[in-house]
């Protein structure tokens, strides 16, 4: 049998398919080919924490923030103890500008353990928050709690 791509009798097929469909797949971004990826194996397993986690992060990336927030509700209903998966949901309550939720589940994360406050400090995604009242009062909140000068958080 020939291997030859003329086409030519005995050729076997492209396994991509068309070049049409090979060309379409070169235009695709690795983190689109990455939320595919993921969300094929949560229509298997739609509680897998770890697949959850990554495609909630490759939603945030492309800017996705609604389904960001949708995924990062079902870990927290999943993992609601987990601090870094709160942290996450407050990020995303922040990025929809939902900033009351946003600061509420800041407080359940540092309740559960989340402490990188350096991270919280300079972390884009809470950007809009910052200068949110409730906030600020969480920030003093760490202040006093801390026994810390506002100077070590900022």
């Given amino acids: 049998m020939s291997h030859d791509k003329s086409g030519s009798e005995g050729s076997s097929p492209d396994p991509a398919g068309s ?7 070169r235009k695709r ?10 969300e094929r194996i949560l229509s298997r397993d739609p509680n897998y924490t770890d697949v959850l986690a990554n495609l ?22 999943l993992r609601p103890l987990d601090p870094v998966v709160l942290y996450n949901l ?6 929809l500008r939902a900033f009351d939720d946003a600061v ?9 353990g989340y ?4 991270h ?13 009242p409730e906030y600020l009062r969480l920030m003093q909140d760490l202040v006093q709690s801390a026994d810390l000068s506002f100077d070590d958080l900022s």
């Avoid at 909630?56 to 209903?77: C, I, M, N, T, Y």
């Avoid at 972390?123 to 910052?130: E, F, Q, T």
Wanted: hydrophobic share 45%; charged share 30%; proline share 1%.
């Fill in 120 to 132: 919280m400090l300079a972390d884009r995604d809470l950007d809009a928050l910052r200068e949110h």
């Fill in 56 to 77: 909630g992060e490759l939603f945030s990336k492309k800017k996705w923030h609604r389904r960001a927030l949708q995924v990062d509700q079902r870990l927290s209903e």
């Fill in 29 to 38: 971004s690795q983190v689109d080919f990455e939320i595919d990826f993921f």
């Fill in 19 to 25: 070049p049409c469909r090979l060309a379409a797949l």
């Fill in 104 to 112: 509420a589940t800041l407080r359940r994360a540092i309740a559960a």
């Fill in 115 to 118: 402490n990188d406050f350096d």
């Fill in 90 to 95: 407050a990020c995303s309550h922040a990025a």
